[in-house]
């Protein structure tokens, strides 16, 4: 099993696809078993086998939105 933090962390998860391509899921993590790990990111809920999985850690939260200044003149 991977070392995963408890749910509802945010989590960047390293997971090999069936073309054997690694990529990663980057998002709010759902749940964690022995067999599957759920991430809740950009791309929608992603169920991910651990036997895929290459490397999974917490990560901080994403920085704040940028405030758009109106141009000066």
């Known amino acids: 099993m ?3 933090p408890e749910p509802g962390r945010r989590v960047v998860v ?13 998002g709010e993590l759902l749940s964690a078993d ?3 790990v759920v991430v809740d990111g950009k791309r929608g ?3 991910i086998r651990v036997a895929d999985i290459v490397a999974a850690k917490e990560v901080p939260p994403p920085p704040a939105p ?7 003149h």
Do not use: F, I, K, M
């Open 45 to 47: 809920v992603e169920r």
């Open 14 to 26: 390293r997971y090999l696809l069936p073309t054997g391509q690694a990529t990663d899921a980057l």
């Open 2 to 4: 991977v070392n995963l």
């Open 66 to 72: 940028r405030v758009r200044r109106p141009p000066q």
């Open 34 to 36: 022995a067999e599957t």
